[in-house]
């Protein structure tokens, strides 16, 4: 078989891999009460269990890059797929809170070490030539998931079982083992260092608090002075773990990846956009079922078209960075995915289908357009001997920016209702939210606009006016 054929393969195995993970992220949050009422407690103390996921898989990914080269790339993926599989059953199994949240834990660890592993096998096989499109693969799991997860959960608990949006990941799981060991080579490092382990203590713990905080401060019962001191302490962690960083021989995260202007931008710039990206579905399903009084059933409906959006634009997306290269594609696209947040603010009960629909489509077309070029664009200068490294870096900024995005939406809404007064939500809280959305989107452009028009010219193959092509 071509190597094409084997990068291809593997980066639509990474995808599913990605989907699985990021789905069991948000499906369980229309199945909450359903799970409490089996279990026997209140739907808050399942909170726990979606927050354990989210802070294991936090804490998990420092150390996926060490695991890989220390066991090979082969043997961890394999083991975090047949880890993540098992827990899922245990999930579906539980009979009781704690049973759960053991298991979550454990599903939390194996999807840590299953999707920036997975996508740094696909950088490793991947030529640069062919870069876009497998960025373009793997980064769909990200912006379907989202969309998907609440409607999936919403759909199996109502007609099936709660407990089968974990079985669901069995047949899935057992799939990807077997094609994991067909498709991916064991590759190790000549030169394995050891693991640091005060590097991993500071980053797995300041990624908990970090996560921990901002998933508190997305639930309407957290207290949001807690919730930001837990976000500090996480910040002055991380401020420490690069500290340490600097000083050890062999750390455990190296941050010179922040060197490359294109890493430094997407990474930096690019998480606050995904923040912005990621608060969305969060608020448009409340703001139809709250602010518009539309059943669940009319808010998943139209939720879908995002992921029409994101899906419809997916053939374009390399054409277009090909063609405009990726600073033009940033600037513009970013700036039309901004001002759609601005037009969800200006929603009203009353829209009418043929101007709320375009809205929803265009925005799922910039999301997926904004996310491909920036998942790309970030390992496109990056020399082989630093993507372990950069990866780990890259994952952990995504990961953190997912689980920001719900906490931004929660607090916006939470500020516009303290500040706008009243003692229900209403749309003008949500205004205030969508408003906030769009200006952090807007900030995030600012690295973006300090690019030179032939940033990642060798991936895209852009000749930027007056510049020889970069082959």
């Known amino acids: 078989m071509r190597k094409p054929d084997i990068a291809l393969l593997t980066a639509l195995l990474v995808a599913g891999s990605g989907f699985m993970e990021l789905l069991d992220t948000t499906v369980i949050t229309t199945a909450i009460p359903r799970m409490a009422q089996s279990f026997g407690v209140h739907p808050v103390d399942l909170n726990l269990g979606v927050t354990a996921y989210m ?54 660890l194996g999807g840590a070490m299953m999707v920036p592993v997975g996508r740094l096998v696909v950088l490793r096989v991947t030529p640069k030539s062919q870069l876009m499109q497998a960025t373009a693969l793997i980064t769909w799991p990200a912006l379907v998931a989202p969309i998907l997860g609440p409607v999936v959960g919403g759909f199996l608990t109502t007609y099936a079982s709660w407990r089968w949006i974990f079985f669901l990941n069995v047949p899935i799981g057992i799939l990807g083992l077997a094609a994991t060991l067909l498709i991916i080579r064991n590759t190790h490092s000549e030169s394995t260092k050891r693991l640091d382990v005060p590097g991993a203590i500071l ?28 976000m500090l302490l996480g910040v002055i962690g991380g401020w420490a773990t690069v500290r340490h960083a600097k000083r050890v021989k062999a750390p455990l995260i190296e941050f010179t990846a922040f060197s490359i202007q294109t890493f430094r931008a997407t990474l930096r710039g690019g998480s606050l956009v995904r923040m912005g990206i990621n608060a969305a579905p969060f608020l448009l399903p409340l703001l139809f079922q709250l602010g518009f009084h539309r059943s669940p059933v009319e808010a998943g409906s139209l939720l879908l078209v995002l992921f029409v959006g994101n899906l419809a634009i997916k053939p374009l997306t390399t054409p277009m960075m090909r063609r405009f290269g990726f600073r033009r594609v940033l600037i513009v696209n970013g ?32 999301r997926s357009t904004e996310f491909t070029a920036m998942n790309t664009l970030a390992y496109a200068d990056i020399p082989p001997e630093r993507m372990g490294s950069a990866n780990i870096l890259f994952n952990l900024g995504q990961q953190v920016a997912f689980g920001i995005g719900v906490a931004v939406g ?22 205030f939210a969508f408003a906030g959305t769009f200006i952090l989107c807007l900030l995030g452009l600012a690295d973006f606009l300090a690019l030179p028009p032939h940033a990642g010219a060798n991936v895209s193959g852009h000749r930027a006016k007056g510049l020889a092509p970069r082959l």
Do not use: K
């Not at 880890?83 to 298991?103: I, M, Q, Y």
């Not at 995915?337 to 265009?362: K, S």
């Not at 607090?411 to 303290?418: D, N």
């Open 335 to 366: 700036t039309i995915l901004a001002l759609t947040f601005l037009g969800f603010a200006l929603l009203e009960a009353r829209t009418p289908a043929w101007l709320l629909m375009p809205l929803l489509l265009i925005s799922g077309m910039a």
């Open 410 to 431: 929660a607090i916006l809404l939470r500020l516009g209702h303290g500040i706008l007064g009243g003692e229900q939500i209403t749309v003008a809280d949500f205004r």
């Open 203 to 230: 980053s797995g713990l300041s990624a908990m608090a970090f996560v921990y905080g901002a998933s508190l401060a997305g639930t309407a019962s957290g207290n949001l002075g807690w919730s930001l001191g837990l």
């Open 55 to 108: 802070i294991m898989l936090a804490a998990g990914i420092p150390l996926s890059g060490w695991a890989a080269e220390r066991f090979g790339a082969r043997t961890v993926f394999a083991s975090a797929i047949l880890l993540f599989t098992v827990a899922s059953a245990l999930c579906g199994l539980s009979n009781g809170l704690w049973e759960f949240f053991g298991a979550r834990i454990l599903q939390g």
